[in-house]
Antibody, heavy 117, light 110 residues
Framework: EVQLQQSGAELGKPGTSVKLSCKVSGYNIRSTYMHWVNQRPGKGLEWIGRIDPANGNTIYAEKFKSKATLTADTSSNTAYMQLSQLKSDDTAIYFC??????????WGQGTLVTVSS | DTVLTQSPALAVSLGQRVTISCKASESVSSSSYSYMHWYQQKPGQQPKLLIYHASNLESGVPARFSGSGSGTDFTLNIDPVEADDIATYFCQQSWNDPYTFGAGTKLELK
């Protein structure tokens, strides 16, 4: 059974960074793309970017190019996303998701990031 | 970026057929596949993939869900609607970078 287990909720101060993790079990992440998606309170889904864990290649949505940094550790089968220069409108739930046949067949449970001083 | 347009909300009666539409600002289809996917999300949960490549039912998803369309116009059908289907539905394209989602259609009971 494929499972994506995300790290716990984060409380970050404005201007600081947080690093979220997404550990995959039941599937080798070298064989897929790992994506990150956010959802602001009461809003829809927003694609942040993806990483190919096999080679580290990344693609970001334009608005997240200076906000998010995606990495992956194939030895631990874990994907990471660092969010930098936190602002109040970065407060959201962040999901990792694994692509299969084009759609996101598997999702983590989400990590709530709250930005507050 | 490819903009996906969905109606914000639909009021439905249990047992009826409902059609949720998603219109893309440019084609998301190749000669072989349409790169449009549908998700269901309930409050407090992660999204769940229902349909991939426009019309393929994800494993474990009830057969009352179906999808169709190509190019720029896509639909998700639920027939018949059950109480468990009251949720928000998102379309998503994976043909063009960046991947994009529609704003979601919230099903509500009449």
């Amino acid at each position: 059974e494929v499972q994506l287990q995300q790290s716990g909720a984060e409380l970050g101060k404005p201007g600081t960074s947080v690093k979220l993790s997404c550990k995959v079990s039941g599937y080798n992440i070298r064989s897929t793309y790992m994506h990150w998606v956010n959802q602001r309170p009461g809003k829809g889904l927003e694609w942040i970017g993806r990483i190919d864990p096999a080679n580290g290649n990344t693609i970001y949505a334009e608005k997240f190019k200076s906000k998010a940094t995606l990495t992956a550790d194939t030895s631990s089968n874990t994907a990471y996303m660092q969010l930098s220069q936190l602002k109040s409108d970065d407060t959201a739930i962040y999901f990792c998701a694994m692509e299969e046949q084009g759609g996101f067949a598997y999702w983590g449970q989400g990590t709530l990031v709250t930005v507050s001083s | 970026d490819t903009v996906l347009t969905q109606s914000p909300a639909l009021a439905v009666s249990l047992g009826q057929r409902v059609t949720i539409s998603c219109k893309a600002s440019e084609s998301v289809s190749s000669s072989s596949y349409s790169y449009m996917h549908w998700y269901q999300q309930k409050p407090g949960q992660q999204p769940k993939l229902l349909i991939y490549h426009a019309s393929n039912l994800e494993s474990g998803v009830p057969a009352r869900f179906s999808g169709s369309g190509s190019g720029t116009d896509f639909t998700l059908n639920i027939d018949p609607v059950e109480a468990d289907d009251i949720a928000t539905y998102f379309c998503q394209q994976s043909w063009n970078d960046p991947y994009t989602f529609g704003a979601g259609t919230k099903l509500e009971l009449k």
